[in-house]
Each structure stands twice: as structure tokens, then as C-alpha cells.
């Protein structure tokens, strides 16, 4: 017996119990898979996962400047753009699915103070996310800031923390040892961040 597609549009219909001794597809998608147990008594293995459950969402009401240092570095982010997608995805080493949230924020920032040999650097915080990612590991993490002519003078700023502590926030923060190349005024920052929950 052959059995190429299943389809079931009705959400009221009766639960479907599925027993397969192997299951050679292409592509396994759904929208959701709701299941007492999913086993299999042999290794999964696959070139790709789609994942179940992506959510994506952008609002830039909940990306803010939250401090820098020193005080007066940074006075302010404007034209903020920020786009975010929780991904759940397999993981072969543990055999089972996590859930990874990824953040990009870009947004022109105003730099207040005139360049000098001094630490610097400032917190941005994203707000309203999902509660998973309390306490969650960082994946990866990596930005650019530029003045608004393109040119990251002889000291740019880069990726330097990502803090996970207080549950539906992350901040994340760009440093440098001084900022004696950072231009006044306007400069741009486009970073990216990925973690893991828990």
C-alpha cells in the first residue's frame, strides 16, 4: 500500500493513530503535532527539519536604550528597526526539539560626547518576549556601528554582553576599551543576537 498525502481540514474530527515501521519522506511539515509520545527505535535523521512552531513579530515600541557609559555617551536611538523569530528546531545530540529566539535591532544612535581614550559603550533592551527565554544561553551574538557617512572611525563599537536574567526581556550591549575614533552625532548600529532556552 502507497499512501502519498493526508489532509484534514476539520478541527473537530477524531484524533489520527499512526504506526509506521519506517518513514522515508522528503519533507515532514505541520502546523502543529500534538502526540502523548513520538518514538522511534532508531536514530532520526534528516538533511532538514522545518520547524513547528516559527513565530515571528516586529515592534519597535519594545526595543529602548536603557543606559550608557559613560553617561551622556549615548543619547538616544531613533529610525529603530527590529524583527524577531522564535524558531523551535531539532537537535540531534539530545534528540529532541529546542526553541531558539532571534533578534535583529538596527537604529541610528546619537553620540553626545566628544571623542576620548575612555571605556564606553551602552545597553539597548528588548521587551515583550516570550518568557522561554528566561535565563536562556547565547548562541550567537555580533553587531556593527558605523557613523552615518559609513565610516567606523579608528575605534568602533562591537558585541559585548547579552543578559537573559529578568523574564520577557533580553539586554544586550556594544563596547569598546575607548572611543577616541566614534564620531559625534549620528552613528548606526545593526546587531544580531540568537539564544537557546533553557
Not at 489532509?7 to 502546523?31: C, G, M, Q
Not at 536514530?43 to 515600541?61: G, I, L, N, P, Q
Not at 536603557?66 to 543619547?75: E, L
Not at 535591532?105 to 528566561?134: E, Q, S
Request: include cysteine.
Amino acid at each position: 500500500m502507497s499512501l502519498n498525502h493526508i489532509t484534514n481540514s476539520e478541527p473537530s474530527a477524531d484524533k489520527l493513530d499512526v504506526y509506521l515501521k519506517t518513514v522515508n519522506a522528503d519533507d515532514v511539515k505541520s502546523d502543529t503535532i500534538e502526540a502523548g509520545t513520538i518514538t522511534s527505535l532508531a536514530t532520526v535523521t534528516s538533511t532538514f527539519f522545518r520547524s513547528f512552531e516559527d513565530k515571528s513579530w516586529s515592534d519597535a515600541s519594545d526595543v529602548a536604550l536603557t543606559s550608557s557609559f559613560p553617561v551622556g555617551f549615548i543619547t538616544g536611538i531613533s529610525g529603530v528597526t527590529y524583527d524577531s523569530i522564535v524558531k523551535q528546531k531539532y537537535d540531534p545530540d539530545t534528540f529532541s526539539y529546542v526553541k531558539t529566539l532571534q533578534i535583529k535591532v538596527r537604529a541610528d544612535c546619537t553620540v553626545g560626547i566628544p571623542p576620548a581614550a575612555v571605556i564606553c559603550g551602552f545597553y539597548i533592551t528588548v521587551y515583550n518576549l516570550p518568557t522561554d527565554f528566561h535565563n536562556a544561553t547565547l548562541r550567537f551574538g555580533r553587531a556593527d556601528f558605523r557613523s552615518a557617512g559609513g565610516e567606523t572611525g579608528a575605534t568602533g563599537l562591537g558585541f559585548w554582553t547579552a543578559d537573559t536574567s529578568v523574564s520577557g526581556q533580553i539586554s544586550f550591549s556594544l563596547a569598546n576599551s575607548n572611543h577616541s575614533g566614534v564620531l559625534l552625532g549620528s552613528n548606526i548600529m545593526d546587531a544580531e543576537l540568537e539564544v537557546r532556552a533553557v
